[in-house]
């Protein structure tokens, strides 16, 4: 039940990508195309961003895309915008209908 | 509007419990299975509990088990998470979150959080 691994921070400049990565075991991340992604601002509600590894809940732009290959996952933001500054984190089914997030990355818009 | 509201939480000892509540309101409450998610200061998310639709299944991780207890009550709407032997780690914000039903794995509704303190 160890927390997944993020980077700590990403930036880009504005129209750039960028991509966060979320490093898992065997046991969630690599066992299962059950990660999602959530983004949040301080004081707010987390706001799921995509679903199953690629798929975007509707309403979600997108500028964000999902990928995995074995133990880790990753997010990517296309075309950065000033509203993307936030902080991500991934999460894994890990089976037995227990969850584990990530770390978290805070993502700055230079 | 879909919604989900927490509350109970406040300032608590060391041992002490609280309980918090969430009250649902816009969607189908009792087809949802339901989940608490804390977020201590500067700290990450954290997963706390699973609640099945009828009540009967509960998970949590390791750091809560035996002593955080969640339930649920379709008729009123509302989820529940009975925290005892408090410690100053449980200090956190704690989120209610609907298991989507739509979008596998996701956590896709939100309450805004209520702030639990442990200190003496």
């Known amino acids: 039940q160890s927390a997944l691994t993020q980077p700590a921070s990403v930036s880009g400049s504005p129209g750039q990508s960028i991509t966060i990565s979320c490093t898992g075991t065997s046991s969630d991340v690599g066992s299962y195309n059950l990660v999602s992604w959530y983004q949040h601002h301080p004081g707010k509600a987390p706001k799921l961003m995509i679903y199953?590894?690629?798929k975007w809940p509707s309403g979600v732009s997108n500028r964000f895309s999902g990928s995995k290959s074995g133990n880790t996952a990753s997010l990517t933001i296309s075309g950065l915008q000033a509203e993307d500054e936030a902080t991500y984190y991934c999460c894994s089914y890990a089976g037995g209908n227990t969850y584990v997030f990530g770390t978290g990355t805070e993502v700055s818009v230079l | 509007e879909v919604q989900l509201v927490e509350s109970g939480g406040g300032l608590v000892q060391p041992g002490g419990s609280l309980r918090l509540s969430c009250a649902a309101s816009?969607?189908?409450?009792?087809?949802?299975?339901m989940n608490w998610v804390r977020q201590a200061p500067g700290k990450g998310l954290e997963w706390v509990s699973y609640i099945s639709i009828s009540g009967s299944t509960k998970y949590y991780p390791d750091s809560v088990k035996g002593r955080f207890t969640v339930s649920r009550d379709n008729a009123k709407n509302s989820l529940y998470l009975q925290m005892n032997s408090l410690r100053d780690e449980d200090t956190a914000v704690y989120f209610c979150?609907?298991?989507?039903?739509?979008?596998?794995?996701?956590?896709?509704?939100w309450g805004q959080g209520s702030m639990v303190t442990v200190s003496s």
């Open positions: 199953e590894v690629s």
């Open positions: 979150a609907r298991l989507s039903g739509t979008y596998g794995g996701g956590f896709d509704i």
């Open positions: 816009g969607f189908s409450f009792s087809n949802y299975v």
